[in-house]
């Protein structure tokens, strides 16, 4: 599997983004996906994530409400919308596969494959 983030840029504190991760391979639609977020000097942290079927979705705190993740089987493509952006947003952001686990994890270990990240800068 191989994955392609796209979608960051810079945004003012209260926009919005929309990111995609664009995977390769027919077993996609098999997998976990998640998001997560690296900001400078800190370690990876998980934003998101969602099932095989996109039937669950989990979400870190600091995003609830604000972020949505989704995906779409058919484009092979899963989604990261963020709204209402805040300048502790920043960080670059990654998308992975989970191919062991039925549920959803936290746990960046547990993913066994990574995009290469796309970075979101949110300023005040």
């Known amino acids: 599997v191989q994955l392609q983030a796209s979608g960051g840029g810079l945004v003012q504190a209260g926009e919005s983004l929309r990111l995609s991760c664009a995977a390769s391979?027919?077993?996609?639609?098999?997998?976990?996906m998640g998001w997560f977020r690296q900001a400078p000097g800190k370690e990876r942290e998980f934003v998101a994530g969602?099932?095989?079927?996109?039937?669950?979705?989990l979400y870190a705190d600091s995003v609830k409400g604000r972020f949505t993740i989704s995906r779409d089987n058919a484009k092979n493509t899963v989604y990261l919308q963020m709204n209402s952006l805040k300048p502790e947003d920043t960080a670059v952001y990654y998308c992975?596969?989970?191919?062991?686990?039925?549920?959803?994890?936290?746990?960046?270990?547990?993913?066994?494959?990574w995009g290469q990240g796309t970075l979101v800068t949110v300023s005040s």
């Open positions: 969602i099932t095989w079927s996109g039937g669950s979705t």
């Open positions: 992975a596969v989970n191919t062991r686990q039925f549920t959803i994890t936290t746990i960046k270990e547990s993913y066994d494959y």
């Open positions: 391979g027919r077993t996609f639609r098999s997998y976990n």
